[in-house]
């Protein structure tokens, strides 16, 4: 499979995980466990594919903080193509916190994911020949409806999509047939 590419448009971001050590006490500290890991349902995409020995080249907004440096150089050490994706100076990389009780059930997530909107049409189109030039292309629906009905209409490559979540599926409705 390896002389296969495959592009991914879509979300990354860092995951943050808090478990308390005993049942929560709102509204207070608790002694627990904290973990960070790269996240986001494309880069997950892009990661799992990597894993199956295809060339993955990610088109993902990253911005210039530390979790960006961490999920961009994880990404490369596994072997992604970076170079598609934007990184955005001053920008907050995406990140989601989840706090879950003791027993790893969730309590709250929170998503901060807005750097995602700047994968645009526009800077798509910028690099529309080596998109289409793909084996495959596998988008998310954390894109702008947009962008997502722009991918629809222009890419030729096989085009997959991953509807990420119920609230986030009609993103992809318009270009169902495509």
Same mark, same amino acid.
């Given at each position: 499979?390896?002389?296969?590419?495959?592009?991914?448009?879509?979300?990354?971001?860092?995951?943050?995980?808090? +478990?308390?050590?005993?049942?929560? %006490?709102?509204?207070?500290?608790?002694?627990? $466990?904290?973990?960070?890991?790269?996240?986001? &349902? #494309?880069?997950?995409?892009?990661?799992?594919?990597?894993?199956?020995?295809?060339?993955?080249?990610?088109?993902?907004?990253?911005?210039?903080?530390?979790?960006?440096?961490?999920?961009?150089?994880?990404?490369?050490?596994?072997?992604?193509?970076?170079?598609?994706? +934007?990184?955005?100076?001053?920008? %907050?990389?995406?990140?989601?916190?989840?706090? $879950?009780?003791?027993?790893?059930?969730?309590? &709250? #997530?929170?998503?901060?994911?807005?750097?995602?909107?700047?994968?645009?049409?526009?800077?798509?189109?910028?690099?529309?020949?080596?998109?289409?030039?793909?084996?495959?292309?596998?988008?998310?629906?954390?894109?702008?409806?947009?962008?997502?009905?722009?991918?629809?209409?222009?890419?030729?490559?096989?085009?997959?999509?991953?509807?990420?979540?119920?609230?986030?599926?009609?993103?992809?409705?318009?270009?169902?047939?495509?």
């Amino acid at each position: 499979m390896g002389n296969k590419t495959v592009v991914v448009i879509g979300a990354v971001n860092m995951d943050i995980f808090g +478990r308390p050590d005993r049942a929560p %006490r709102m509204h207070d500290s608790n002694p627990g $466990t904290v973990s960070f890991s790269p996240g986001g &349902v #494309g880069r997950n995409i892009a990661h799992n594919l990597c894993l199956l020995g295809l060339n993955v080249k990610l088109v993902a907004a990253i911005g210039d903080d530390v979790y960006g440096d961490s999920i961009y150089e994880s990404c490369t050490k596994l072997g992604m193509d970076m170079h598609l994706s +934007r990184r955005m100076s001053g920008g %907050r990389t995406s990140s989601y916190l989840c706090v $879950t009780d003791e027993n790893g059930d969730m309590l &709250v #997530g929170v998503s901060d994911t807005d750097i995602s909107a700047s994968i645009t049409p526009e800077y798509l189109k910028a690099h529309i020949k080596e998109i289409n030039e793909a084996d495959a292309v596998v988008i998310d629906a954390n894109l702008t409806q947009e962008t997502v009905s722009w991918i629809a209409d222009n890419i030729t490559a096989p085009l997959y999509a991953d509807p990420v979540s119920a609230a986030k599926a009609d993103r992809l409705k318009p270009g169902l047939g495509k």
